[in-house]
């Protein structure tokens, strides 16, 4: 009974390194709670410190998903396992996402979990990861609107679980999916009230693919 518990705890743990919070102390000290929309996420660096501090943080928050998933639940157990490996790989996976999202090491104040979880859904999901990087950028480069592409991307990994999964929806990969689609909606309602008010941030050097095709 112990090990779920401690490898859990563990993943949370790793899940509340915050890449926002390292990058700004290796850049001297940048908070990003104190930056545009006051996330620790990859796009607002983007957004506010530009494309190399974004890109540092969106390495080590991809990392610690997959450390968390792979790593944490592969370690020695302390005795007779509960769950089986890849049971505990689902649980791991859901703790180091919240662990991003409400990080005690930052008051509470994380991330919207979308590297961290990209990490974790390469790991344990590999073939539907690119289906879902596919569908994100596809729809950043059409309508530039980087939260509509997350969620555009956790509708997609719902789908690929209910049409290729054995048993669908009602499999660990299923309860998983939906869970995190849930913490994705969640983390973006702000995000989702401006897109039905039609006022969003977007990301306009992104749309590629309207500026080609209104040529």
Request: glycine share 14%; with cysteine.
């Amino acid at each position: 009974m112990i090990d779920p518990v401690w490898q859990t705890a563990l993943a949370y743990l790793i899940g509340t390194i915050m890449g926002g919070q390292i990058v700004g102390w290796l850049r001297g000290g940048v908070d990003l709670r104190t930056q545009g929309s006051g996330n620790l996420g990859a796009t607002n660096a983007l957004r506010t410190q530009g494309a190399r501090f974004a890109v540092g943080v969106l390495a080590i928050d991809v990392i610690k998903g997959v450390v968390a998933s792979v790593v944490v639940p592969a370690l020695p157990g302390l005795g007779e396992p509960l769950l089986d490996r890849r049971q505990q790989a689902y649980l791991c996976g859901v703790a180091v996402a919240v662990g991003h999202c409400y990080p005690i090491t930052a008051g509470f104040r994380g991330g919207k979990g979308v590297a961290t979880l990209a990490g974790v859904f390469g790991a344990l999901m590999g073939a539907a990861l690119p289906w879902m990087l596919a569908g994100f950028a596809l729809v950043v480069m059409l309508t530039g609107y980087v939260s509509l592409a997350t969620l555009m991307s956790a509708l997609i990994a719902v789908l690929i679980v209910t049409c290729f999964s054995a048993a669908g929806l009602f499999s660990d990969a299923g309860a998983f999916t939906l869970a995190m689609t849930a913490l994705v909606v969640w983390k973006h309602r702000d995000n989702l009230r401006r897109l039905l008010a039609g006022n969003e941030h977007r990301f306009e050097k992104a749309m590629v693919l309207r500026r080609w095709h209104s040529r």
